[in-house]
Antibody, heavy 122, light 107 residues
Framework: QVQLVQSGAEVKKPGASVKVSCKASGYTFTSYGISWVRQAPGQGLEWMGSISTYNSNTKYAQELQGRVTMTTDTSTGTAYMELRSLRSDDTAVYFC???????????????WGKGTTVTVSS | SYVLTQPPSVSVAPGKTARITCGGNNIGSKSVHWYQQKPGQAPVLVIYYDSHRPSGIPERFSGSNSGNTATLTISRVEAGDEADYSCQVWDSSSDRIFGGGTKLTVL
């Protein structure tokens, strides 16, 4: 079955970096993009960015530009999200999700990983 | 930037119909997608492209979109439907955007 398996929880100090992985299985990895979405405690979902697994083109949310990098390893079917210069308000659950497109050019996410908790604390 | 507005909470009795709205400027011209999220779990896609249900989602879940409001309708609500529901669109300037989420309480 189609699934995305994410790496385990992380605890980081302010100013550090974190890299979260997302391993896909059950489908052809390069046929679908990957989006990253985060959710701070008690808050809503926030799109962070997306990457094409076909050509590695990326789009990032404006507020994260310069701090986030998304990459893929097509040999293992794994996507990565690295966030640098961590702050306390980066504490959140980070989800990867498979990107789907509609005939109208819209995007949505049909399969999600279980999430990775990242805690930023001194 | 494009903004999606959802009511923070909706309450409904079991067996009744719940309607969760998602407001946005001329949202009827966009494709709206809906996600269900239970506590401690990942979101689950329940409606895509305004009104399409993924396989495995009960027919009780339906969606509509017109003018400035999209609506997720859950018929014959069950206790297991209690969750947070978020709408999402794609916008050419803001890319993928989520609404703030609505907590559905089954009384």
């Amino acid at each position: 079955q189609v699934q995305l398996v994410q790496s385990g929880a992380e605890v980081k100090k302010p100013g550090a970096s974190v890299k979260v992985s997302c391993k896909a299985s059950g489908y052809t990895f390069t046929s679908y993009g990957i989006s990253w979405v985060r959710q701070a405690p008690g808050q809503g979902l926030e799109w962070m960015g997306s990457i094409s697994t076909y050509n590695s083109n990326t789009k990032y949310a404006q507020e994260l530009q310069g701090r986030v990098t998304m990459t893929t390893d097509t040999s293992t079917g794994t996507a990565y999200m690295e966030l640098r210069s961590l702050r306390s308000d980066d504490t959140a659950v980070y989800f990867c999700a498979r990107d789907m497109t509609t005939v109208t050019g819209s995007y949505y996410m049909d399969v999600w990983g279980k999430g990775t908790t990242v805690t930023v604390s001194s | 930037s494009y903004v999606l507005t959802q009511p923070p909470s909706v309450s409904v009795a079991p067996g009744k119909t719940a309607r969760i709205t998602c407001g946005g400027n001329n949202i009827g011209s966009k494709s709206v997608h809906w996600y269900q999220q239970k506590p401690g779990q990942a979101p689950v896609l329940v409606i895509y492209y305004d009104s399409h249900r993924p396989s495995g989602i009960p027919e009780r879940f339906s969606g509509s979109n017109s003018g400035n409001t999209a609506t997720l309708t859950i018929s014959r609500v069950e206790a297991g439907d209690e969750a947070d529901y978020s709408c999402q669109v794609w916008d050419s300037s803001s890319d993928r955007i989520f609404g703030g989420g609505t907590k559905l309480t089954v009384l």
